[in-house]
């Protein structure tokens, strides 16, 4: 009943930036983290970003000083502002979120469809 949509990926320049966004929609009772992780072709999938329902993040190391992730609760919806891009971010991007569900007995981890983000050297 719970669907996590993404947007904002593409194509940019390396330097670049892109703003990624996933909004969560259904019977939700409450969201607890949520997060942000990318595949690259022939890796594993990894953590991007984490964000707590009181607003602690946490972020890889690769992409600290140039990512940041904020939620908006009224929204529903978790964000991802990615600057100075670099070939090496280019992979497909996945939004997670832990939600209870109403009518649920406890928080179920969700992922978006991915989004692929490319920058080009």
């Known amino acids: 009943q719970v669907q996590l949509v993404e947007s904002g990926g593409g194509l940019v320049q390396a330097g670049g930036s892109l703003r990624l966004s996933c909004a969560a929609s259904?019977?939700?009772?409450?969201?607890?983290?949520m997060g942000w992780y990318r595949q690259a072709p022939g890796k594993q999938r990894e953590l991007v970003a984490f964000?707590?329902?009181?607003?602690?993040?946490k972020y890889a190391d690769s992409v600290k000083g140039r990512f940041t992730i904020s939620r908006d609760n009224a929204k529903n919806t978790v964000y991802l502002q990615m600057n100075s891009l670099k070939p090496e971010d280019t992979a497909v991007y996945y939004c997670?979120?832990?939600?209870?569900?109403?009518?649920?007995?406890?928080?179920?981890?969700?992922w978006g469809q991915g989004t692929q983000v490319t920058a080009s050297s």
């Open positions: 997670n979120a832990d939600i209870e569900v109403a009518g649920g007995r406890y928080a179920v981890r969700y």
């Open positions: 259904g019977s939700i009772l409450r969201i607890n983290g």
């Open positions: 964000i707590t329902s009181g607003g602690t993040t």
